[in-house]
Every structure is written in C-alpha cells, then in structure tokens.
C-alpha cells in the first residue's frame, strides 16, 4: 500500500477507463506547424507524458473547428480539415502505446480572437460586443453563421474521432462562443437564441445534439465551464450551478472540466492560471460546487502542484480527477515518481507562468525550469541516461540555476562535478528574486535542484570563489562558467553610480541597501525586477514611483502576471509613469535629484526624492572567461550550429589544465533569463 494509492484507482468517462486520477488539461501549446497541424514535436510533448504515466491528456487548448476562428497567429490545431486526421492518428498512437489516453478541445472562440490576419475574418459575438483583451471588433452573429459553426463542431469531433483520440471537449469557458451565448454581459439578443434562460442555452444544446449525432453515444464529449465569472455582470456560481444541472440532464456530456473565472479581461484572465501569489488551488470550491449538481465526473485544474495537494481532493471527494497541467510541464514523469516512491525528485512547478505567458504573446509554451519540455523531438532528454565512455572531472563556477543544471546534468551522467560558489548558499539572482512580494515560491527552483546535487553526491564548495588557481589544481576535463552578471548601472555616468547617488534593485532586494522614503525606480527593462524592487519598496512603506522609458511598466511581463503586479503596484499607491528616460542624477542637500526627459516631446522634468534604484539589466561577470580561455582546449568556443542542433558534445583531450575545455552559460556571457540558462547548461551537458 502506498500513501498515494488513491490516486491510482481507475475510473470510467463512459467507457473509457483512465488509468489514474491525474489530467493534464487543455492549454495552448503553440506547437501546431504545416497550417495547424499535430506534426512531430506536438506529438513527442504528449507521448512524453504518457511514458512519465498521466493517465489522461487533453491537448489543444482551444482548438478551433471553424476557419473564421484563426488560430495560425499562435499556432493552435486547426480541426476545420480534414488534413488532420492522419496527425491525429500518430498522436494518438504514440500516446496509446504508453498506456495514456488523449483527447482534445474544440471550440470556436467568437469574438475572443484577432481578425487580422490568416484568413481576416469578420468575427462574430451573439451580439456584436466587443472583446477587452485582444480589442477585436465583430459583427452580430447571423443565423445561417450559426448553423454552419454547430455543423463545424461536428465535423471537428468526427475528425478526431477519426484520427483515433479517446474523446473531445468542447470549449464553453473562457468566453468562447458557447458561453458567449450563455452570458447575458454579451449575449442581449431578443430572438430564440438570446434572453431566456432556454434561449441562451440553445446555442450550445444544439452543438451538443450535432456532435453526439456524428460520433455516436459511447464517444467521450465533456464540457469545461468557468464555476463563476467574477463579473458583477455575468454569470455567478449559482448561475454556472444552473447551467451544468441543465447540460447534465440531456444525457449528452460525459464530464464537466470545472475552472474559476471568465478571462476576457486582464485583471480576469490572471485568475485562469493563477500564478505564485495566489494560494494554491484557489477555485476548487467552485469545481466541488458544480459536482453536487451533476452525475457524471468533474475535472478540475487549477493550481494544483504536488501529490499530496492531489490525493487530499481526490479523498474528500471534492471532484474525480485532478488536472495537474503546468506541474506537467515542470515535470512530465511526475506520476511515474509517486509510483516509484521518489515524490522528493519530482521537479514541483513553481506557479512562474513563463509558460503560459509565452502562449500569450503568440510564443511557444516552455517551462521555465526544465529545458526539456516540448524539446523532446529535438532529443532533450528529461530522464539523463549514464555515460558510456570515460568519466571525467568537471567544475562549475556559479551556484544560480544555469551553474546547478549543469552540475546535476552533468552528474547524473556519471561525472565527477564540483561546483564553486562565492556566497554561502546557492541560488544566485533566483534568491534575490524570491526576497519580493509575491514571488517567494520562484526558490523552488533551485531547492530542488540542490536536492538534487546533495542526491548526486556533487562536491558544493559554498563560500568559495572558483578563481583560476582553483580550478587550475582541480585539472578538469571540462570547466563550466555560471558567473552570471553584475548590474549596469553605470551605463550613463550621469546616472552617478559611481558617486552613490543610485542603487541597483539587487542593492535593494538583498538588504545591502535600506530603503527610502520616497523612491524613484527606474526599469529599462521591464520585466520581473524592477516591478519587483517597486513592490518591495512599496510593502516596506516607500513612496515609489516607478519610471520606464517604455510603452509601460512591467510590458515585457506576460498577460497572467503582469495584472497580479498591477494589483498590488496599485493598492500600495505606486505612481507608474512611462516614456521617460531618465536623463541625470544629481545630490541637492540632502535629497538626490532625477531628471526625467519624455521620449516624445523631449521635455524635461525633475523628481525630488530620497533614493533612486535603477533595474537596467546586468553585464556579464566575464573576468575568469577571458582568464582561463586562451588557455583552454576550444578558446572558450562552441560551434554554433552543433549547439543549436542540441548536440555540443566536446571531443576531449587527455587531462591537463591546457586540453580544458571551457564553456560559459548564461548571463555570463549575456543577460538571458532562468529558463535561457537552464537550456544552456542542458544541451551542453547532456551529451557529456
């Protein structure tokens, strides 16, 4: 008997038996190439998961089944043809053969969309409403339209049914075009489809009825539906209540997949896929509240990262399976770990949303932890197999998450590692970064991968700087550089960093410097750090104001986080001003002077404060580099191409400190980021 045992009880979806209690629910991979189609590196990213044991994967978040709903602009599965069959049927096979199963969601998503480009469609909303987000205009919706997207729902599910996948779902959350009919915010239509509670229903019973008719009764079809909307406006949880108890008596859905929140705003699409400053599993009262309602199985995913968060929901019976997706990403082998007894090797997500932060901005989903996923096709392994030729003596210079993957790669290879690291822990910039509101639980990162070096039995050399004549006396075969960067504030002399009168966010972040009262922050940037040095100051009573030279603060944060920042920036008061360049930096008494000039207009004005902290990125700590590199068996250098093509395997001399080869990752050799780093030390390692 395990602890776990619960979660690997089978359960059925009409007849279809899942394996265990875990779903990697629908997301937006942006994998779909060739016009939308399921090609080689989709199908690796699922079939991963079916060998690391999920018991049921839902792909294609969002999948459109209509050509007036585009999905070439972030790369989502086109079932509007029927091209796609014979995609589908690899990916379901390469998912069958490991025991999973493999489903997808289908929708259409009316006005929640952009119309330019692909096919420039006129979009569509029941009642010509305007979209926030992707500010899309659209028309009303006509009834021959309709007619034909009921009739695409069904040929979309034959389609999958065709290729071979376990079941469909159909997308009535999100405020898509099924729940754009339900929802009188959007929906003020006076004919059959509009104003009565049967009449808003109408749109996606009819869907149902044409789906069930083309793939028959034993054929999985699901809903997923938002529990409550959070729109004072829209349909609350008593509303969703209603609505599911509706849709389970026609006897035509086999599963409700539950989530909190519509998302057709900012503010409420940040609650989807709630990130770390949200507690964990913050809207399964609302999955739990439409289970009492309904007779079939319900799903829900959201925020749930570990096993033991799993097995307590699964034993209080708040629903039947849990949807365990960005801890998918993070880990894709995370079932075959529990089974295994190895819960403490499960590399847990950390709620960064760097994954679906990057499907917002129309880029690919990658974790920021693990430079594996969806990297399979390109033979990124996530299980590190023992080398089979000589072991060699390896030392990394650098504790931050570039310089530990490195060591745990290259240990787990079978290479004896040592790693050097000058502070008295590791870390690097990811223990600064966690030192901010909101963004404690980012540590988990590099936990686990210390967890991991302390299991692999690697030599750490904490306080100790990894100085020439260090690693000289080691002789290594290989010598990695993680040094990282230092900030680069001194960019513009006027900025006066030299006479103290700024401070980097790190000077802040690590307490080396105290906060002032009144605090001008300066982001050239404009991602996690300098939102983050503003919050801080502003937790600790600061008067902040948070200057950019950008569009605005925090734009180069994706669309579920920049809104949790945006919230506490506002609560606290912080003035946010962007277009400014900060021109000059001057003492006055005993206040420091900012002189801000707009992009625009070239005009000029001053701000009075205490303290100014720039956050204008980092330059990389070269010195050892150039130190070690003339000496060094390669000059330091990586042929570009070999790299690229996920192969940089070394061909390596005898042992001497003049066959060394060295390499250098990371921001050390130009600002990048955690998962940049990561990736680095992967596809360097891996082959070692």
Known sequence: MSEFDVLFEPLKINKLTIRNRIVSTAHAEVYATDGGMTTDRY??????????????????????VSIDSPQSWW??????????????????GAVHKHGGKIMIQITHMGRRSRWDGENWPNLMSPSGIREPVHRATCKTIEEEDIWRVIGDFAQAARRAKE?????????????????????PRVNKRTDQWGGSFENRMRFGIEVLKAVREEVGPDFVVGLRICGDEFHVDGLNHDDMKEIASYYNKT???????????????????????????????????????????????????????????????IEAGYVDFVGMTRAHIADPHLIAKIKMNQVDQIRQCVGANYCIDRQYMGLDVLCVQNAATSREYMGMPHIIEKTTGKKRKVVIVGGGPGGMEAARVAAERGHDVTLFEKADGLGGQVTLAAKAPQRDQIAGI????????????????????????????LRPDVCILATGGIPFVEQNPEWGAEDNLCVSSWDILSGKTEPGKSVLVYDTICEFSGMSAADYLASKGSLVELVTDDIKPGVGIGGTTFPTYYRSLYER?????????????????????????????????????DQVVIEN?????????????????????????????????????EQSPEGMILWRLGDCVSQRNIHAAMYDALRLCKDL
């Open 446 to 473: 590099t936990r686990w991968l210390e967890m991991e070096l302390n299991r692999l039995g690697v030599d750490i050399r904490l306080g100790t700087a990894g100085n020439e004549d260090a690693i000289r006396d």
């Open 43 to 64: 199908v690796k990213y699922y079939e991963e998961k079916a060998k690391g044991g999920c018991g049921l994967s839902i792909c294609g978040g969002s999948s459109v």
């Open 75 to 92: 790369s989502s599965v086109n079932l509007s043809t029927d091209r796609i069959i014979e995609h589908f049927q690899n990916l379901s």
């Open 251 to 313: 006897g035509m859905v086999d599963y409700f997949g539950v989530v909190g929140s519509g998302c057709d705003t900012h503010n409420t699409l940040a609650n989807v896929i709630p990130n770390m400053s949200y507690p964990p599993e913050p809207f399964l009262h609302l999955a739990a509240g439409i289970k009492e309602v309904v007779d079939v199985p319900v799903i829900h995913a959201q925020n749930i990262k570990d096993p033991n968060q799993a097995k307590r929901i």
């Open 573 to 609: 008061e912080v003035i946010m001003s962007s277009d400014m360049m900060l021109e000059k930096v001057y003492r006055e008494g005993d206040k420091v002077v900012a002189v801000l000039e707009n992009e625009y207009t070239g005009q000029k004005e001053e701000r009075v404060v």
């Open 163 to 183: 290729g071979g996948l376990d079941g469909v779902e159909i997308s009535a959350v999100h405020q898509h075009m099924v729940d754009q009919f339900w929802s």
């Open 617 to 653: 990125g980092t330059r990389p700590d070269e010195a050892l580099y150039y130190a070690l590199k003339e000496d060094s068996y390669n000059k330091g250098q990586i042929d570009n191409q070999t790299l690229f093509d996920g192969k940089a395997q070394p061909v390596l001399s």
